[in-house]
Structure formats: structure tokens, C-alpha cells
């Protein structure tokens, strides 16, 4: 089932984060502002606990959806749930009028850009050095109708 995060999914967001990425977790204290961030929607995959969890921001400027963070349990990967929560995203996306996505993702991960692909986002930048030096993410973006 995918929800609406609450407050009190905070601890099991943070463990998701640590169990999935080893230098580029969210801090607690990030993970609490982001879920109580007016102008953000964290979505969360549940089935016997949280699975995965997918973070969008939105900003007063622009009418653009940014995915700021996707993440699925290494246990649990290759099995929808990705996929189901960029559905679900795209869909609040589009009610909250927004007329496009955008997300940043490393090079190296194979896995991830084949997904995005597969929702109809195209890579239109290279960023050098964004994650870490050596460690170049690309943009992606894809146009809501």
C-alpha cells in the first residue's frame, strides 16, 4: 500500500537510509524536515513495513516536481515497488498542477536510470563531481501532459 508519510515513519525511514545508501544517507534531522516540509510530499511503500519511500519537492516558482530521493530495501528491489511509487509521484505531480519532473541520479547507477527511462525521463545534463568528487550524477526530466 503506498501512503502518505507521517511523522512517526521518521525511525523507519532513517533505517531504510542507512540499510541503502553506505555515504549518502539522510541525517535523522534531514529526513524530519523534508516529511514536515510544506512544500514537500514523502510517499511511502508499505507492506509489513515500509519498503520504500519516494521524497518530492515542490517550490513556489517553478512548475516543476523535483524527485529529491527514491529509495527501495535492498531486499525488496527488483519486485515493482519502485515503480509503483513513481506512479503514484507522477500522479500527486500532476494534481498538484505541476507540468514537469525533474530528478538528479548518479551515472553509475544502471538500475535507477533504466527506471527513469522507463517512466519517460530523458537525461539533458551531466553533473561533474555532484555526489562526491569523481562521482558525476545526470539530470532528467520529463514533461507532465
Do not use: W
Not at 38 to 62: C, H, P, Q
Not at 92 to 101: D, F, G, I, S, V
Not at 103 to 131: K, P
Amino acid at each position: 500500500m503506498i501512503r502518505t508519510a507521517s511523522y512517526q515513519d521518521i525511525p523507519e525511514i532513517q533505517r531504510l537510509e542507512d540499510e541503502s545508501f553506505v555515504d549518502d544517507a539522510f541525517s535523522h534531522r534531514r529526513i524530519a524536515y523534508l516529511v514536515k516540509k510544506a512544500k514537500s510530499a514523502t510517499l511511502v511503500y508499505e507492506d509489513g513495513g515500509i519498503r520504500g519511500y519516494i521524497l518530492l519537492l515542490f517550490r513556489n516558482d517553478t512548475s516543476a516536481a523535483r524527485v529529491y530521493s527514491i529509495c527501495v530495501h535492498p531486499a525488496y528491489r527488483k519486485k515493482g515497488i519502485g515503480a509503483a511509487l513513481m506512479r503514484a509521484a507522477e500522479k500527486l505531480a500532476k494534481e498538484r498542477k505541476c507540468t514537469k519532473m525533474t530528478l538528479e541520479v548518479s551515472e553509475s547507477n544502471s538500475d535507477a536510470i533504466a527506471l527513469y527511462r522507463s517512466f519517460g525521463f530523458e537525461a539533458v545534463r551531466t553533473l561533474e563531481d555532484y555526489y562526491r568528487k569523481g562521482v558525476n550524477g545526470l539530470r532528467m526530466e520529463k514533461m507532465l501532459l
